[in-house]
Each structure stands twice: as structure tokens, then as C-alpha cells.
């Protein structure tokens, strides 16, 4: 079956770090891949997405690069800041993103000032 | 973007009693509701997809007779934990979609405790 797996963490950055998070997939088939963000207390939120491959997801300074060759979809920013401190989920789906997804494990973020 | 809300977003409640938790999306209609299960630091787990009147589909391994899921209108899902037991204690999260190729939006999740 699918699944996502997704580098541990958790990960502990000072503001204007790069950031990376790695983000690797088993799927059939062609899936939608997605990074989702969760703030302390909130519920998931897209953050960026890619339906086919080679193509790149951004949003809000990160990005992240649909590889089919690889599979991976590894979560980068140049630069965070200390609001970008909450939990990423990498996921995937092999029928839209209205569909049933598959998550990985979540990577804690913690920016310090 | 669109809103779903859950209620209540925490409840506690004796272990043999049943509780209901409500999925509400706000400014759309929602097709498909999707109930996911989060243990602390670990990943969501799809628990079942439920379709505007019809019956859902849950996912291997959980409960059917135990988790029950109605979806009565294109606006609202619930999800009841019956005989809840210390094992169920966990926060459960709904998610809202058009289905397809739409994007599916999260609720705020509920903190359910039995003790």
C-alpha cells in the first residue's frame, strides 16, 4: 500500500536557517503529493502541493520539488522565522487532494530567535 | 479559505459511556468527510471516509460497530465513540472536501479522555 515517510525529528533551527525536511514515497500509480502545516492548537493546513511530476509546490517562502525518479518531495526554505515553528505533515494521494490521504510521521519545527 | 469546525474540542468523559463529536463544514458543502485519529507525536491515521448519505468506509483494522459515523447532510458529520474505553483517548481530527480534486480542509481536532 501507499505510504509517506518523512525524516525524525524533532528539528530545532535558528531564525534565517535553511530549513530542510526530507520526505520520501511508496505509491502506485501517480499520486498528488502534499506538505501540510500544523500550528500549536490548529488544525492542518495546506501548505503547498504538486500533482504530477517535476513539478514545484511554494507557498509562503517553502517549496518543494515533485521527484518521481527519486521519490521525494523534501520540504525547503531559505529562511525561516520563528513563526514558522509547528508540526509538517508530507502527504500523498493516488486520487486528489479531495481524497483519502496518506500521511507521514510529522516533523516538529522549533525556531528560535 | 473554507472552515470546518469540530465540537466540542475537548471532552472527558467515564469509560463505559458513549460521546459524540460533531464535523461542520461552514461556507461549503462537503461531499466527503474524513475521520482521522492522532496519537501524541505521531501521524494522523485514517480512521474512515464518509459520503453524504451513504454509509462510510472504514479502514482496515478499526471498529465499525465502535465508531460510528453518520452523515446526514453535506454539512455535518459526527462521529460517536460508544463504550469509550482509556485506549480510546486520543485526539480525533475530521477533514471536509468537494471530493475529486478538491482540496480538503482540516477542523481544529477534539481531545476526547476517558477515563
Known amino acids: 500500500g501507499d505510504s509517506v515517510t518523512q525524516m525524525e525529528g524533532p528539528v530545532t533551527l535558528s531564525e534565517e536557517a535553511f530549513l530542510t525536511i526530507n520526505c520520501t514515497y511508496t505509491a502506485t500509480g501517480y499520486p498528488s503529493l502534499f506538505w501540510y502545516v500544523q500550528y500549536p492548537g490548529e488544525g492542518l493546513q495546506l501548505l503547498l502541493k504538486a500533482t504530477k511530476a517535476d513539478d514545484k509546490g511554494s507557498n509562503k517562502g517553502f517549496e518543494a520539488t515533485y521527484r518521481k525518479e527519486t521519490t521525494s518531495f523534501h520540504l525547503e526554505k531559505g529562511s525561516v522565522q520563528v513563526s514558522d515553528s509547528a508540526v509538517y505533515f508530507c502527504?500523498?494521494?493516488?486520487?486528489?487532494?479531495?481524497?483519502?490521504?496518506?500521511f507521514g510521521e510529522g516533523t516538529q519545527l522549533t525556531v528560535n530567535p | 479559505g473554507a472552515v470546518v469546525s469540530q465540537h466540542p474540542s475537548w471532552v472527558i468523559c467515564k469509560s463505559g459511556t458513549s460521546v459524540k463529536i460533531e464535523c461542520r463544514s461552514l461556507?461549503?458543502?462537503?461531499?466527503?468527510m474524513f475521520w482521522y485519529r492522532q496519537f501524541p507525536k505521531q501521524s494522523l491515521m485514517l480512521m474512515a471516509t464518509?459520503?453524504?448519505?451513504?454509509?462510510?468506509?472504514?479502514e482496515q483494522g478499526v471498529e465499525k460497530d465502535k465508531f460510528l459515523i453518520n452523515h446526514a447532510s453535506l454539512t455535518l458529520s459526527t462521529l460517536t465513540v460508544t463504550s469509550a474505553h482509556p485506549e480510546d483517548s486520543s485526539f480525533y481530527i475530521c477533514?471536509?472536501?468537494?471530493?475529486?480534486?478538491?482540496?480538503?480542509?482540516f477542523g481544529p481536532g477534539t481531545r476526547l479522555t476517558v477515563t
Open positions: 464518509s459520503n453524504e448519505g451513504s454509509k462510510a468506509t472504514y
Open positions: 461556507d461549503f458543502q462537503a461531499t466527503t
Open positions: 477533514s471536509a472536501s468537494r471530493g475529486g480534486p478538491y482540496e480538503q480542509y
Open positions: 502527504a500523498l494521494s493516488d486520487q486528489g487532494s479531495g481524497s483519502r490521504l496518506t
